[in-house]
Each structure stands twice: as structure tokens, then as C-alpha cells.
């Protein structure tokens, strides 16, 4: 498999399996988030995808929607730099972005803390408007809910989640939601299987299938798969 081949859904692999690996298994790559993208130049040929980074240098969670002006404005700049430094290479043409946080409740986050919904939708269009002048199109990555100090005793749907980190599109309804609100045609989504079941586990066994699938009911918009 090479990019020759001009297959239309590529398999990848993160650039940490080494090109070797990558060879053997006629895989592509994509750099993961905590990838250093301006030093894969070895891969610039194989990197197809490239993941947008969701911390800040001080190790702040990144949030395009905080409610925080300033935070806002500095974690988009982040990004557009990212799709800026991603474009040196020419066959990366999508960059993966998580979603922004609706809540980051950790003594680290003294900016950007709450999201707001109309904000994330701003600030989505923005980093699509920069990546569409650049031939790049966005995928936005459903959230995964964090059980970091959760009661095992407790079952999982009784959970209390008010004061726990919460993404925007974790559950298949916002994530799809957004993707229309956004409306552009360089913005679709990526699918994390792993993350969906972190939302299903939300559910009582018997509901748990029928949520995850819920993540396949606009096919169309998915465009990138973990």
C-alpha cells in the first residue's frame, strides 16, 4: 500500500511505530498529539494525518470555547499554528482535533475552565476557515469522559458527573450536532471507538449497543477513524 495506490480510506499507523514497521506492513502515518510535528521530516513522505495538539506549553488543557477571551483566542492560535507547521509536509491533507472542554476542573486550569457552545461553533469555523486556505480539512474527534476517581462501587449510569471534566461531543447527538452547526465543508468528524465506549459505560448494560451505534447514524460525516 502507497499513497500511489490512490486507495480512498489509506489504514495509518502513529509515526512511533517506525518507518521500518511501517514498510513491512504497507502502513501510512499519522503523528498523535504529543508527536513534536516540526521533527518528522523521516515520515514526510508516509504522513497522511496529523494531530492537533490539546495542551497548552504549561500543560493547560486547550479550550476554543472558554468562556475566557483570551484563553479562547490563545488556544485557536495554537491550533492554526499547528495546521501551519503540519502543511510543510505534502501529503498531510487532514488534521484531527479534539474537542473543546465544557468543563476543566483541575488545579492546573486557571484559565479556559468553562466552555460555551456557541463559542466552540465560532471557534471550530475559525480553524476551518485557516485550514481551508491551506487545502487541509478538520476532523473534530468525539470526547471521552474521564472516570479518573470514580466510586467502582457506584454503578456506572447513577454516577454523578456534575463536577467531574466533561468534553463538548461526547455523546453521538452533540458530536454530529456540532459537525451540521459548523457547516463547512472541510469539517467532518473522527470517530474514537474508545472514547464512545468511555460515553456508552454512562448506560445501563442493556442500553450500552444501541449508544455506540448511535455514533454511525450520519455515516457520511465520518471522515477519519480511531
Known sequence: ???????????????????????????????????????????????????????APDGSRLNIAATDNDFREMSIGIITKFIDEACRYPNVKQV????????????????????????LIDG????????????????MENGILHWKDVDESVEPETRDRTTRNRYFGSAPEQWIE??????RDNVGLCLDSSH???????????????????????????????
Not at 484531527?96 to 463559542?119: C, K, L, S
Not at 481551508?132 to 478538520?138: A, G, K, N, S, T
Open 1 to 55: 500500500m502507497t499513497l500511489r495506490d490512490g486507495i480512498k480510506h489509506p489504514l495509518s499507523a502513529p509515526v512511533r511505530s517506525g518507518l521500518e514497521t511501517l514498510e513491512s506492513l504497507g502502513l501510512l502515518a499519522e503523528s498523535s498529539m504529543r508527536d513534536e510535528i516540526r521533527l518528522l521530516d523521516d515520515y514526510a513522505d508516509v504522513l497522511i494525518s496529523a494531530h492537533a495538539p490539546a495542551t
Open 96 to 119: 484531527n482535533v479534539h474537542f473543546a472542554p465544557r468543563q476543566w476542573i483541575d488545579e492546573t486550569q486557571t484559565a479556559g475552565q468553562e466552555g460555551d457552545y456557541d463559542h
Open 178 to 183: 456540532v459537525c451540521e452547526d459548523v457547516d
Open 124 to 139: 471550530v469555523r475559525r480553524i476551518a476557515a485557516h485550514a481551508d486556505r491551506q487545502d487541509i480539512e478538520v476532523v
Open 196 to 226: 464512545a465506549c468511555t460515553y456508552a459505560q454512562t448506560f445501563p448494560d442493556s442500553q450500552r449497543e444501541e449508544r455506540v451505534l448511535a455514533f454511525l447514524k450520519r455515516p457520511e460525516l465520518i471522515r477519519h477513524v480511531h
